[in-house]
């Protein structure tokens, strides 16, 4: 279903789309530049500004218009549309900084992470509504004014699902490329392997709690519980991780993460409040005072929940082939870093 993004979002013939075969090893990158750790491209000073970055630009423009304007198939579909829009956008942004992006160069790397996108809020949802498994009872958020066929109500559901993990972590290296660019070594945290032992205990009760007792007052605990599961597993394994980033005196990656959070958080609900198919919310605390639909307290969860996705991929990804020798400071694998 995610493949009903890839025509308009990419803006390429499926000859470009896969320049090469999928290597021995399962090693998804498409290089097709130099990489290296230091986030500053040999390319970046004479990148410019790709052409889908304007086709992002005209995508959410043109669909404000035609909302606001009261077509009905684009009130509907409104939410997947503005967001292909979007990652359109700050891929190009991306780009235009750094000579490199995961719509230009590393488009393996996009499927993947579209893929786990999916993957990871159906996970969401089956926590969220018990329907699926135990009864009819919704935590937190319902849904209203869906499409009525069955088929494209799933398209639907894949398409918006599919946008969810790439934004974020678009916008989280574009954080990293121009807020917090030149954020120094800060402070070491270093955990040592019986804490994060600890904490992949912690989230792993965290993760299972909500399933046996669901419950309206769990619902929050999700938003870390795979963070504590799987970033110390991450980061136990070799693999990219906030808790190794931690014990370097990175925060880069971290704060990166917990603003791409925030702030996509804000435009989710945004967009969201004037669509014609929208979620709405109920929670037991302070559930009248919102911003839009959401509960003021509930903008707190979205820093969180960008890290919690960026654990799920560094997981998943882990999965599909062997840890490269040299893994850059990016939000997402390149696989031909260099140092």
């Known amino acids: 279903m995610a493949s009903w993004i890839f025509p308009a979002t990419l803006c390429f013939s499926p000859t470009t789309f896969f320049k090469a075969p999928w290597p021995a090893g399962l090693k998804v990158a498409n290089s097709c530049g130099p990489h290296n750790t230091t986030g500053v491209d040999a390319t970046r000073i004479t990148a410019r500004f790709p052409a889908h970055g304007y086709i992002g630009i005209a995508v959410i423009i043109g669909a404000e218009a035609l ?23 700050v891929d190009a942004l991306v780009y235009k900084l750094k000579g490199r992006s995961l719509l230009t ?33 919704e935590l937190w958020w319902h849904y209203h004014n869906l499409e009525p066929n069955l088929m494209l109500r799933r398209a639907g559901y894949d398409w918006a699902f599919a946008t969810i993990f790439p934004l974020l972590f678009i916008t989280a290296e574009f954080f990293a490329l121009t807020i917090f660019k030149r954020r120094d070594r800060s402070v070491a945290i270093t955990l040592s392997r019986p804490v994060l032992l600890v904490l992949v205990c912690l989230g792993a009760l965290g993760a299972i709690l909500p399933l046996l007792y669901p419950s309206v007052w769990f619902a929050p605990v999700i938003w870390l519980s795979f ?38 958080g804000f435009l989710w609900e945004f967009f969201n409040y004037w669509a014609l198919s929208k979620w709405t919310y109920t929670v037991p605390y302070f559930g009248r005072i919102k911003i839009f639909e959401m509960p003021v307290l509930g903008y707190l969860g979205f820093p969180p ?3 919690e996705c960026w654990a799920m991929y560094i997981f ?13 400071d990016s939000i997402w694998i390149e696989n031909n870093a260099q140092t």
């Open 305 to 307: 929940f960008a890290v």
């Open 67 to 89: 909302l606001f304007a009261g077509n009905q198939v684009v009130g509907h579909w409104f939410t997947p549309i503005v967001w292909t829009g979007y990652i359109l956008f």
């Open 105 to 137: 160069t590393e488009r393996l790397e996009f499927v993947v992470i579209v893929l786990i996108s999916i993957g990871g809020w159906w996970l969401c949802e089956f926590y969220y509504a018990p329907r699926f498994w135990k009864s009819d009872l």
């Open 227 to 264: 963070v504590f599961l799987l970033d110390p597993l991450n980061a136990l394994r070799g693999w990219p991780s906030i808790a190794g980033d931690l014990s370097r005196g990175n925060w880069r990656r971290l704060c990166s993460l917990l603003a791409s959070g925030l702030v996509c």
């Open 316 to 328: 998943c990804r882990s999965l599909l082939g062997p840890k490269s020798d040299q893994l850059s």
